[in-house]
């Protein structure tokens, strides 16, 4: 599918209307309420549990030689070389925190699980997608001894040491794939505004996943929701969201994909199709203790991420200059932590089988 092709993104005609933007007093250090009074912030016993223990991953280890180490420094961030340009995030440190983060608030939104497609126990291949720091594909690997997992990304943040069943390949996966590889299960997560074009994607996934096999993508909706009227005070978070669709139009890798996955997934021929949504608050705001830890995860990794996800964006597609962005971005972590200001964002999770030629 051509560029062309892609449907727009629907973007209000002007920016909103913002006073001069100055930092705000101490933005970087303003605290964040406890989830509860008198709460530990310590995990719980059943949320560490869901992961299991570190070490299981660290035995049986095999090497895998660094290959691609090199990286390019833009605007103070690392970034990945093979395919330069293609993904818009670093691919430093920095960003390995954050992801490990969004692990972590994945697995406590599913009550610890790795996936929700129903899949065969004696599963024998599976392949990752924008595998990142490479844990889900060693947690996943761990507890399915008998999988094969490949795990491919773009970018140099893959682990030195990995179980005997995973293997970390750098690739593109826009890039056409081999037609003699199959795999019983794909999983893909966290993509959104990474690809440009999701159908000629799950085109590929389709003929490339096993008869009855299954394919499963998680991904957070970019669009913020509020639960009232509280949107009125979240000006510089609604302005950085305009410039966010902005450039991620402009670079022709969208931020709306989320809610789009089942129909691309019918598309492309996949049936039994299963979409959870799921409501997830952003900072401590929400009564519930429950979705205040949730919120306290998403928090932590928006914050994180929050420089990473914008400055490629703002500079090479809005031609902002960096101080100009961390500006607006200071505003933005102080209304983002506003347990006054009730927003959610919402996490899909959508996934389906391929038919058997029976079927």
């Known amino acids: 599918m051509a560029d062309s092709d892609y449907p727009a993104q629907v973007l209000p005609s002007t920016a909103p209307q913002m006073p001069p933007l100055t930092p705000p007093p101490d933005a970087e250090n303003i605290p964040l309420p406890p989830i509860a009074e008198g709460t530990s912030h310590a995990r719980s016993a059943s949320y560490d549990s869901a992961y299991g223990a570190e070490d299981d991953l660290r035995s049986n280890t095999t090497s895998i030689p660094p290959d691609f180490s090199n990286s390019v420094e833009e605007n103070g961030r690392r ?25 972590k608030l994945f697995r406590r939104v599913l009550k610890g699980k790795l996936h929700l497609a129903p899949i065969s126990p004696n599963i024998q291949t599976v392949l990752d997608v924008g595998t990142g720091t490479g844990i889900w594909a060693m947690e996943f690997a761990d507890k399915h001894r008998s999988a094969l997992v490949e795990g491919i990304d773009l970018s140099e943040m893959l682990p030195t040491f990995v179980p005997p069943n995973v293997k970390f390949v750098i690739d593109d996966a826009e890039e056409t794939w081999k037609a003699d590889q199959s795999y019983d299960f794909i999983f893909v997560r966290g993509l959104n505004g990474c690809l440009k074009d ?6 590929q996934s389709f003929k490339n996943t096993t008869d009855g096999g299954w394919i499963e993508v998680t991904d957070i909706d970019f669009a913020f ?22 450039a991620s139009k402009l670079s022709k890798r969208p931020l709306d994909a989320a809610p789009r996955h089942r129909q691309w997934m019918e598309d492309a021929g ?3 199709i299963q979409q959870q949504v799921y409501t997830v608050p ?36 809005l ?28 996490l899909y999770v959508t996934y389906g089988r391929k038919p058997t030629s029976k079927s």
């Open 282 to 317: 952003i900072n401590v705001w929400h009564p519930t203790e429950k979705m205040r830890r949730i919120g306290r995860d998403t928090l932590a990794n928006i914050l994180k991420g929050l420089s990473g996800s914008s400055l490629a964006r703002f500079t090479r597609f």
């Open 79 to 103: 970034y990945h070389t093979y395919h330069q340009g293609s993904y818009l995030l670093p691919t430093d440190e920095v960003e390995k925190e954050r992801l490990d983060l969004e692990h």
């Open 225 to 246: 929701h509020y639960k009232d009227d509280t949107k009125a005070a979240a000006k510089y978070t609604d302005e950085w969201h305009f410039h966010m669709m902005e």
């Open 198 to 203: 999701w159908p000629r994607f799950y085109e």
């Open 319 to 346: 031609k902002w200059s960096p101080m100009e962005l961390e500006v607006l971005l200071a505003w933005v972590r102080t209304e983002l932590k506003d347990t006054s200001i009730h927003a959610n964002l919402r």
């Open 270 to 272: 996949f049936v039994e």
